[in-house]
Nanobody, 127 residues
Framework: QLQLVESGGGLVQPGGSLRLSCAASGSTLENYAIGWFRQAPGAEREGVACISSSGGSSDYRDSVKDRFTISRDNDVDKNAVYLQMNSLNPEDTAVYYC??????????????????WGKGTLVTVSS
């Protein structure tokens, strides 16, 4: 069974960068679309970005477009999806989750239908 593990979170100053990773075990990621989601304290979970199984297409919510980049490496020795986050601001503070599904359903952060979820990694943007 597919299991996802996020890593790369931490404390970063405003304007800084972080790269999150979503690693898979139990199955290969190449058959799944992968989405990144986040949940800030007291807020609902929201979609951040989504990438197709091949990596040929991606989608972003408006507030992160031009700052975040989702990518993937389907090589068997990597089997991971990444979220490069630049120009971070305090509003990006949240627990970030990756999730797998058959394809990216929805656009601009309004993704749905993901079937497997990781446990999240905390990103804190603060001076």
């Amino acid at each position: 069974q597919l299991q996802l593990v996020e890593s790369g979170g931490g404390l970063v100053q405003p304007g800084g960068s972080l790269r999150l990773s979503c690693a898979a075990s139990g199955s290969t990621l190449e058959n799944y679309a992968i989405g990144w989601f986040r949940q800030a304290p007291g807020a609902e979970r929201e979609g951040v970005a989504c990438i197709s199984s091949s990596g040929g297409s991606s989608d972003y919510r408006d507030s992160v477009k031009d700052r975040f980049t989702i990518s993937r490496d389907n090589d068997v020795d990597k089997n991971a999806v990444y979220l490069q986050m630049n120009s971070l601001n305090p509003e990006d503070t949240a627990v970030y989750y990756c999730a797998a599904g058959p394809w990216c359903r929805g656009v601009r952060g309004h993704y749905w239908g993901m079937e497997n979820w990781g446990k999240g990694t905390l990103v804190t943007v603060s001076s």
